[in-house]
């Protein structure tokens, strides 16, 4: 009987059912679509946000001082420690692999550029470009391109294998120097594949193979520091402990969470005689800018689950408001309050069930969309979120009519049958 | 008349009228606020990557230092539109003969502008030094006073405190300007400068200052420039998806609400048509009870949504958000037009109904 009375509810009620269904689905959509954009939202603008460049450094561990000024490199070439170029893969074997987007050698080295029979001291800086690693059984590809994504280049890249290389575009300016040009430099003839704009001191340098700045010092193998590009979690009171002063569960927690410390320790635990330290103009800020955009999102989701619970609740009220005759006629024949109640709360749930799985499967692609037209990458849907969105949608349209179904249930039926009321 | 049938229907049917009043009111509570949010959200967002420090940096050309007043043009130029910081730099030599680079610059100025700087103290007396963390454990471990010589004069300094940046500066030693000009006798070579405002008022004040100082070079700091500009793009672009979302569940929230409490008067409706009210008078008076509904509704819920998005600014920004009145008239169009729309469908559907049909309850 029970079930005979909600079915036929449903079936003889198609338009009032179909419109509190629509409400019912459109609440679920925006509210499954904001809360998947928001549990995803830092991880993307993280990945953004490394458009401001690396921000860890690893450097050798007893290195003599930097002696630099404007990007000019002071310091004899064999002065100083190196680290180990073989030793570089080992990064992409450290816990948080995943997290580290990219990382890119530096060796800069002084060499004599020789053009129309003038002499000049260069910085030539060795690096990857995009070079193809093998690590275990993964494949991925680093360099300048992945870690400084503001360098831009007129004409090509040079392949990292090669012995083309790339002049700065204060420095081509001076030595007239364009794509497709043949230099000298330290004796050694080199092609010019293009000219290299970033706004800092590499305008000013040539930026070649690390394997051609190996060549000119004679040390191979050798590197002077790698910049890494890592998706870090805003540092608070646990990251910024000395990791020597934690004991047991506590050091385990630190180091499982992807701070800027505990990634740089664990850099510096793969690679040998290295100090790796976060880039604080960086990493510091790049916290400052998460928390802001997190919170921001947070308290939006807050607004946008309000709102969908609202027109849920409304429809619902509505629904059960309109049905006050067939609550008297009910109650005329001797049904009890919680006869009536369970009837509407059954349809409320089979309501709720049925326009919150439609409302989950659009507002997951209306989460896909965003991300795809905003960010250009796919929003990541955990499939717990179904039964928290349904689970919600049961709550929300319950609470939505349960003060028009007290007032339903307390009705006198002679009132209510009379139209009276 | 129509004055006292509005009141009146009001008064009488308080518990509907309530709940489509509550809902009109959140709808443009969150309207608003998501509004004023979408506004205010890049001048927030922005002052908050300015602590990423010099987004201009001003050098001399082709590497010559720039003219002594530099600074203070510079300043004028900017007024109250950023924070500019000056720095010299030489490579000096400790007692051992190793080289060391040492920057000359203004520390209350770098206090400002590069706030990322993890320093111990600040030097505040003449012959002190900020030194970098690496720097300090070569040139003096014990954190004793110690020497540096430039082209044969020596200068004494005793280390106040250390910086910790994890980039080059760490391998610096910082001095007081008129220490390194007195010490060294070079002026500053270049500038750094946070620009306040929008791209174009970034960009303005890049041409004043190559105005203000003709014989240097104003660059700005691409990646800060950049990376600004797209993930403030990228935000803003979420949250115009997000309000627009949010206003339209809010909206059609009150357009079902009205209806269902426009059609539930079916039986006032028939009662006017029955005494002898013409078309006009009917389609005016629920027009005229719509758009009070809803301008009564719009502007409580303008001052809950401006309160809201107050809130938000003070939670999460630390900072008030200002009510954009600017915001007002579009919540009150978009809240009347809603309330007009959800009364319209329901009128249109009785109007082609006989008034007895209605009052038979049919």
New interface residues.
């Given amino acids: 009987m029970f079930v005979r009375l909600v079915y036929e509810s449903f079936r003889r009620q198609k338009r009032r059912k179909l ?1 509190a269904g629509i ?1 019912i689905t ?2 679920v959509t ?1 509210a499954t ?2 809360i998947a ?1 928001a549990t995803d ?1 830092g991880d ?2 993280n990945r ?2 490394r ?3 690396a921000n860890l ?1 690893v450097t050798p561990q007893d290195d ?7 990007g000019v490199n ?2 004899p070439p064999s002065d100083g420690a190196f680290l180990d170029e073989a030793d570089l893969p080992k990064i992409e074997g450290t816990f948080w692999h995943n997290n580290i987007t990219g990382f890119a050698p530096m060796l800069p080295v002084n060499a004599t550029l020789q053009r129309g029979g003038q002499k000049q001291d260069v910085t030539l800086l060795g690096t990857y470009f995009a070079k193809r690693f093998k690590f275990g059984k993964e494949d991925f590809t680093t360099g300048v391109r992945t870690t ?1 994504p ?1 360098w831009k280049v007129s004409g090509d890249w040079p392949d990292d294998d090669s012995r083309d290389i790339l002049v700065g575009e204060r420095l081509a300016l001076r030595v007239s120097a364009k794509p497709g040009d043949t230099i000298t430099l330290s004796g050694r003839q080199l092609h010019v594949s293009g000219i290299l704009l ?3 001191a590499e305008d000013d340098m040539v930026v070649a193979p690390l394997s051609l700045a190996q060549e000119i010092i004679e040390k191979p193998g050798a590197v002077r520091r790698v910049y890494v590009s890592a998706l870090t979690k805003p540092e608070d009171a646990l990251a910024r402990r000395d990791p020597r002063s934690l004991s047991g569960a506590i050091y385990d927690r630190w180091y499982c969470s992807p701070y800027p410390q505990s990634i740089a320790h664990q850099l510096q635990e793969a690679i040998p005689h290295s100090h790796a ?9 790049e916290g ?2 998460l928390t ?2 997190e ?3 947070y ?3 807050l ?2 689950l ?3 619970a ?2 849920v609740s ?2 619902m ?2 629904a059960v ?2 049905r006050r005759a067939q609550v008297g006629l009910m109650k005329a024949l001797g049904a009890g309050k919680l006869a009536v109640a369970s009837v509407f709360f059954a349809e409320a749930a089979l309501l709720a069930l049925l326009g919150g799985m439609v409302g989950f499967v659009a507002g997951s692609s ?1 989460a896909q969309q ?1 991300g795809r ?3 250009n990458s796919e929003v990541a849907i955990a499939p717990v979120l179904l039964p928290v969105i349904l689970g919600i949608a049961v709550f929300v349209s319950f609470a939505g009519s349960a003060a028009a179904i007290r007032r339903a249930v307390n009705l006198d039926p002679v009132f209510a049958l009379r ?1 009276e009321l | 008349m129509l004055v006292r049938m509005l009141v009146r229907a009001a008064v009488l049917r308080r518990g509907r009228a309530a709940s489509a009043l509550l809902a009109m009111v959140v709808a443009a509570a969150v309207a608003t606020a998501m509004l004023n949010l979408y506004v205010d959200v890049q001048v927030k967002l922005r002052r908050e990557f300015r602590s990423y420090g010099a987004n201009l940096i001003i050098v001399g050309k082709d590497g010559s230092s720039l003219p002594a007043d530099s600074l203070s043009r510079a300043e004028s130029a900017l007024g109250r539109r950023g924070i500019a910081a000056p720095f010299g730099m030489v490579v000096a030599r400790t007692n051992d003969g190793q080289p060391v680079v040492v920057a000359g610059t203004d520390f209350a100025r770098v206090q400002q502008l590069d706030r990322w700087w993890s320093v111990s103290a600040w030097p505040a007396e003449p012959q002190q030094a900020l030194v970098g963390v690496r720097a300090l454990a070569v040139l003096t471990p014990s954190k004793g006073p110690f020497e540096l010589t430039l082209q044969g004069r020596t200068i004494h300094l005793t280390p106040e405190g250390t910086v910790q940046t994890g980039a080059a500066e760490d391998s610096r030693v910082y001095l007081s300007l008129s220490d390194f000009v007195a010490w060294t006798g070079v002026q500053p070579s270049t500038i750094e400068v946070q620009a306040n405002g929008s791209p174009e008022d970034v960009d303005a004040i890049m041409r004043h200052l190559a105005q203000a100082i003709p014989a240097a070079e104003v660059r700005p700091v691409r990646q800060i420039v950049e990376g600004e500009a797209r993930v403030l793009n990228k935000m803003r672009a979420t949250l115009l998806a997000a309000s627009m979302l949010i206003i339209l569940t809010a909206g059609l929230c009150v357009l079902s609400t009205l209806m269902g409490w426009v059609f539930d008067r079916r039986r006032d409706f028939a009662i006017m048509k029955a005494l002898g009210g013409s078309e006009r008078i009917l389609n005016g008076f629920f027009a005229a009870e719509a758009a009070a509904l809803g301008a009564i509704g719009a502007l409580a819920g303008f001052v809950l949504g401006v309160g809201i998005a107050a809130w938000i600014g003070r939670v999460n920004f630390h900072a008030s958000v200002e009510p954009r009145f600017g915001v007002l008239p579009w919540v009150l169009a978009g809240s009347i037009g809603v309330t007009l729309a959800a009364a319209i469908v329901p009128i249109s559907v009785l109007r082609c109904v006989q008034p007895a049909v209605i009052l038979r309850g049919e």
Wanted: zero cysteines; hydrophobic letters at 55%; aromatic letters at 4%.
């Fill in positions: 419109l409400a459109l609440g925006v679509a904001m954009v939202i993307k603008i953004e946000l458009t401001i460049g450094l003599t001082l930097d002696v630099e000024i404007g002071l310091k400084h503001w970033t706004g800092g330290e976060q880039i604080r103009q960086v990493s510091q800020n400052a800018v802001r955009i919170g921001l999102i308290l939006v989701t607004a946008a309000l709102a969908s609202l027109a409304a429809s009220a509505t408001f309109e209306l965003i037209s905003i960010f139209g």
